[in-house]
Structure formats: C-alpha cells, structure tokens
DNA sequence: CCGAAGCAAAGACAATTTGTCTGAGAGCGA
DNA sequence: TCGCTCTCAGACAAATTGTCTTTGCTTCGG
C-alpha cells in the first residue's frame, strides 16, 4: 500500500511552509510556525523534517550547517498521488467518480460543465478495452 | 482541524462493505469481515457503526431488532467531499491542480488529453470556486 | 585555550487517535 | 426460568502523532 507518503497535521503545515518559501533551516520553519519557541520547538521542526525526509518528500542539504531543508516534492504532484490514493481506495483505480465530482459540485461555468461531461463519456468508453495503449 | 467525517481504516472497510451490500446488521459485518469472529468482534463492528453513524456517514434503523444500517453518504458523494478537502487543505480551494494532475496522469488519449487542457485554461481565467458543503 | 552558542542526532516521553474487548441489562422464545 | 441475541456504555490496548530532553559536535569571539 503506497501512501507511505501521506503527511499528518503537523507535517503538513512544514511541508506547506516549504512550498511557500522554496529553502529554508529548521530555525527559519521554527520562527514561522512557532514563534518565539525555542530549543524544544526547534527540536520538534527538527523531527518533523527528519520524518518528512523519511517520507521522500523533503531534501536535505547537509553541504553546511545549518542544513538547509526544501520541498522534494512539488505541491501539484503531491496532491496528484493523494488523488491517486483516492481513487485507487475508492473507485477501483478508476477516476470516473473524481471527474463526476467535478462535474456536478464545482462552480464551473456550463461551457466548462459540458467539456468535462463530454470528457467522463470518453473515459466511460476508453474504461471498456483493455489494449487502447497509444 | 480534519474533517469529522473522513473515515478511519477500519471504519473505512465497514462503510465499504454497506456501499457493496446497502444494508446490513452488525451481524452481517461481523461475519463478511471477521469470518468466524464471535462476541468480541462483533461489539468492534458495532463501535464502528456507531462512530460512522456519529459522523453522519451511515443511518441506523432502530425500529427493529437487531438494528439495521445502511450508508447515507453516497461513495461518489464521499469521494467528491473527500476531493474537495483536498482541495481546500492543499490548493486554497482551487480545483485546478486536480485538473491539472488529470490532464498529467491520467491515462486519457490525446483529444481526451487536448480537452482538458482548454478546461484547465478556462478554470485559470475564471474566478476559482469556493468549497460547498450541504 | 576557554566557554558560550548553535546545531545534529537519537531517543524518550505524552497526548491523541484508533482498534478491540468486557460487562451489565433488556427482550424474547423454548 | 434458561439460553440466546441484542443494545449500550465504557474500559482498555495498540498505534500514531506531537513534543521535549539529552548528548556531543562544531564554531567563534575573547
């Protein structure tokens, strides 16, 4: 089972930090998120960049110290595999029911509306045979 | 901060299992998931039940004993709440880099490909929704 | 050379969440 | 009544997550 590489709570607002700022050492993502801690919150960023490195999704600089810490991960491709793990638990792999989402709850004008509908038939056709390899 | 009603692992199963089935008794989980499960078990299925139905993903018949249940949360319905957390915690509410991973990932042939690039196009003209939820 | 400050690394907790189980009591049919 | 099934409340264990302590290294100004 892959989302080995999901985040929690706490690691997501790092890692969300990162994102932000591009670079950054454990005392920069400490004075973001709590400021005015001190040794016992710059530990505690500290072991949740060592976990998020863990996960494959932050790289580390060791080159000097302080280690400089950045996303490994792009945001957008980060929540593509989250969506991954939403269809592959959900829908069988199948990102039909996630396109459905879309059209029928997001606020998108009907032009909009009508491209992704047409877009849910041609996945509905192309779902059928199993050698329609490009 | 996360959404009350997502589901844990074992509580995802069971929600499954009433998606697959459409109403079930404790009993009827008890012995599709924990084959040869006894009482023990079977109060683990009930708490289940209990916490999905406190979170609003299942309804519970009490007018006969045993109690029967039932999803009342569509999967598509759950998935779609699901995709928009994702979007909300990730994407400041855009659905945009969900397209976007569409149009990236998933297998779709060139036109479906070429129709949901103009989407994407379009969406980043248009003013990006903001998350509904009945 | 000394001591203070900043840092890395490891691991020990505490807190919370999640999964499992026990026990008491109600209802019902044999 | 007995035996069975059920509901309900809550206790507990296990796992995960968030936080903190300690140790020892390095660097740098005096």
């Known amino acids: 089972m892959r989302p080995d590489d999901s ?3 706490a690691e997501r607002v790092v890692l969300q930090y990162l994102w932000e700022v ?4 454990i005392r920069d993502v400490r004075d973001e998120l709590y400021p005015g801690g001190e040794t016992s919150e710059y530990a505690t960023v500290q072991k949740l960049l060592e976990r998020l490195e863990a996960k ?3 790289k580390r600089s060791r080159r000097s110290v302080p280690h ?6 792009e945001r957008d ?14 829908c069988d792999g199948s990102y039909d029911p996630i396109v459905s989402h879309l059209v029928r709850r ?6 909009e509306r009508a491209r992704l509908e047409s877009l849910v038939d041609s996945l509905r056709r192309a779902a059928m045979p199993k050698r329609a390899r490009e």
Do not use: E, I, S
């Open 77 to 90: 491709t980060f929540v593509g595999r989250r969506l991954d793990d939403l269809a592959a638990t959900y």
């Open 22 to 25: 591009g670079v950054a050492t």
């Open 106 to 111: 997001a606020k998108l004008t009907d032009r």
């Open 56 to 58: 494959g999704l932050v």
């Open 7 to 9: 985040v929690t709570q």
């Open 68 to 73: 400089t810490f950045a996303a490994k991960v």
